[in-house]
Nanobody
Framework: QLQASGGGLVQAGGSLRLSCAASGLTFSAYTMGWFRQAPGKEREFVAHNRWSSGSSYYADSVKGRFTISRDNAKNTVYLQMNNLKPEDTAVYYC????????????WGQGTQVTVSS
């Protein structure tokens, strides 16, 4: 029900925009989040956009470089990633939490982001 896309290979300092299209759910009732998992590491939170207020929250490691946004008319959430660093290399997952911020009910399949130095 969540389909992530937009990953790829980019040089350090470059930009990518990830998209996550949702289907089969009332998109506006879900907080939408992005997470990532690097090889050999645990999955970590990147950013979310709240269903109720539309406010966004970011991990310190991406603050000022990444921007999460959503288009409720298109049932899509985006992650604009600028000034990418090699440590941003990971599989990025989108997720949806019904009327909350912590219990993510649905997960996308992941999209690979690789940043070369």
């Amino acid at each position: 029900q969540l389909q992530a896309s937009g990953g790829g290979l980019v040089q350090a300092g470059g930009s990518l925009r990830l998209s996550c299209a949702a289907s089969g759910l009332t998109f506006s009732a879900y907080t939408m989040g992005w997470f990532r998992q690097a090889p050999g590491k645990e999955r970590e939170f990147v950013a979310h956009n709240r269903w109720s207020s539309g406010s966004s929250y970011y991990a310190d490691s991406v603050k000022g470089r990444f921007t999460i946004s959503r288009d409720n008319a298109k049932n899509t959430v985006y992650l604009q990633m600028n000034n990418l660093k090699p440590e941003d290399t990971a599989v990025y997952y989108c997720a949806a939490a019904f009327r909350g911020d912590h219990d993510y009910n649905y997960w996308g399949q992941g999209t690979q982001v690789t940043v070369s130095s």
